[in-house]
């Protein structure tokens, strides 16, 4: 496994290596140890799935505020996305910069996103499922959403008209919402 450094501070792009051959191919999702000696220790206790129908689905922005909030590792199962982080952690040396990653089926490339950051993506294809290790169970009193469009933000999701749930076209900016996360 290969970890690329992103923008964000302890946020990384993780490529795995990847195995193949005439019967197909195989990958390590995460190891543990590859992580540690990577300077990261996380404990993943949940895993989760999303299946996206249509193209030019948007969840986000979403997280938990503290003290629930959860460091994750997404990857693109089946189809595309494009994956994004926001560091919004006040006193952060990387304070709300972006990271926008193409996660794909086929690349196999995957997000790590450290707590303390807003996480969305947009599908680019239809029948999307991505898949994302947690490290803090969902708490449901915790769980805020903040404008997938908000100007003070600035995530530049593309030429999209996007599929939104009812939460995220209510959800309000983030200088509206009562998330704060401190680095």
Request: charged residues 30%; contains cysteine; aromatic residues 10%.
């Amino acid at each position: 496994m290969d970890f690329i450094k992103t923008e964000i501070d302890g946020c990384f792009e993780v490529v795995p290596k990847v195995f193949g051959d005439n019967r197909g191919w195989f990958y390590e999702s995460y190891s543990k140890k590859a992580f540690e000696e990577n300077g990261i220790n996380i404990d993943f206790v949940q895993d989760n799935r999303s299946f996206s129908e249509k193209k030019g689905t948007l969840r986000g922005l979403h997280c938990q505020k503290d003290p629930y909030s959860q460091s994750k590792i997404v990857t693109c199962l089946r189809g595309e996305i494009i994956d994004v982080a926001v560091d919004i952690r006040k006193g952060s040396p990387t304070f709300m910069k972006k990271v926008m990653i193409k996660l794909t089926g086929e690349n196999k490339k995957m997000l790590l996103i450290p707590r303390g950051c807003l996480h969305g993506f947009v599908s680019l294809t239809e029948n999307v499922e991505i898949s994302y290790k947690v490290d803090n169970l969902y708490e449901p009193s915790a769980d805020r959403s903040i404008k997938f469009d908000d100007p003070e933000i600035g995530v530049e999701w593309g030429n999209i008209n996007p599929v939104l749930s009812e939460k995220d076209k209510n959800a309000p900016l983030l200088k509206e919402s009562d998330v704060e996360f401190n680095y």
